[in-house]
């Protein structure tokens, strides 16, 4: 079953294979959420500072009814936080938000600020800032690993020329017909989990026509084709969702994908517009 089965991070902590995103679950229903989703077997849960819902997260993992030890909680960086100062102060409030005495996996959230993603403008000395803040926390006990999110090859080679631990993992949007393979083959020379955020392409692919047939053909559902396309490229997949029942459909994977059929979901058409969530940088490429 994919809920007992781990990655391991090249520092030897293990990191199960699927997990829990959270992002636009409101604070209040978050911690019906997590609960809800550890009763079924979630081990991993994915909350953000820009999320707003950190404090939910942290009373669910706590009022989940299994020791901390066997639950994973990674949180984000706020992508504007851009200083040593500014990184340590938010790695503490997180871990006061969240009402927990460590954290299992804090990344940075972007490498540019999201009012300006846009721009040239790459923010190479202020990462390195909130790095050195992440690096010794690590250190200190207060995070069991750390990363980066949304970081192209020269965001992380910013990273690699001068850091005192390597990241861990890179979280990135990858799903069926957006697989950035140059980078995910970078990732994983340099020892860095990519974990794919948005699985099914934010609802898109439901929209797929040859998707929907060749889920069919598997006789799975759309979001389980996209989660395993993702998991067989060596990639950790977090869907998003609030339903007890789709987390259940989410986490029944035992199937697998032909390589003729790998390649076909890899070479598909990127998808052009993601409807309400081009607004947001990462899906409008703005």
């Known amino acids: 079953m994919i809920l007992e089965e781990d990655y391991k991070l090249y520092n030897g902590v293990k990191i199960p294979k699927i997990?829990?995103?959270t992002w636009f679950i409101e604070n209040d229903k978050v911690v019906d959420a997590v609960k809800e989703a550890v009763k079924i077997g979630y081990?991993?849960?994915?909350?953000?500072q820009a999320y707003q819902n950190e404090e939910g997260v942290g009373r669910g993992v706590r009022d989940s009814g299994v020791k901390r030890e066997t639950l994973f909680v990674t949180t984000k960086l706020a992508a504007e936080v851009k200083s040593y100062a500014e990184a340590h102060d938010a790695i503490d409030r997180s871990l006061q938000i969240l009402g927990l005495d460590y954290i299992d996996l804090m990344i940075i959230h972007s490498p540019k600020p999201w009012m300006k993603y846009q721009g040239d403008d790459r923010y190479f000395a202020g990462n390195r800032?909130?790095?050195?803040?992440l690096e010794e926390a690590y250190k200190a006990g207060k995070l069991k690993a750390i990363g980066l999110s949304n970081f192209e090859e020269n965001d992380i080679l910013n990273i690699l020329e001068t850091c005192t631990v390597k990241p861990m993992v890179n979280q990135i949007l990858a799903h069926i017909s957006n697989t950035p393979e140059s980078l995910i083959?970078?990732?994983q020379q340099h020892d860095i989990l990519v974990e794919a955020y948005s699985p099914i392409g934010h609802g898109e692919l439901f929209k797929n026509e040859i998707?929907?047939?060749?889920?069919e053909k598997y006789h799975v559902s759309i979001p389980q084709l996209s989660i395993r396309y993702d998991l067989q490229l060596g990639l950790l997949p977090l869907p998003k969702t609030a339903n007890p029942d789709h987390m259940r459909n989410n986490a029944q994977l035992d199937f697998s994908i032909s390589d003729d059929d790998m390649e076909?979901?890899?070479?598909?058409a990127p998808i052009m517009d993601y409807g309400e969530a081009s607004i947001f940088p990462v899906y409008s490429g703005v």
């Open 19 to 21: 997990g829990l995103g």
């Open 129 to 133: 800032q909130a790095w050195k803040a």
């Open 185 to 187: 083959r970078f990732c």
């Open 264 to 268: 076909i979901l890899k070479n598909m």
């Open 211 to 215: 998707i929907a047939r060749m889920a």
């Open 43 to 48: 081990r991993h849960i994915d909350t953000a």
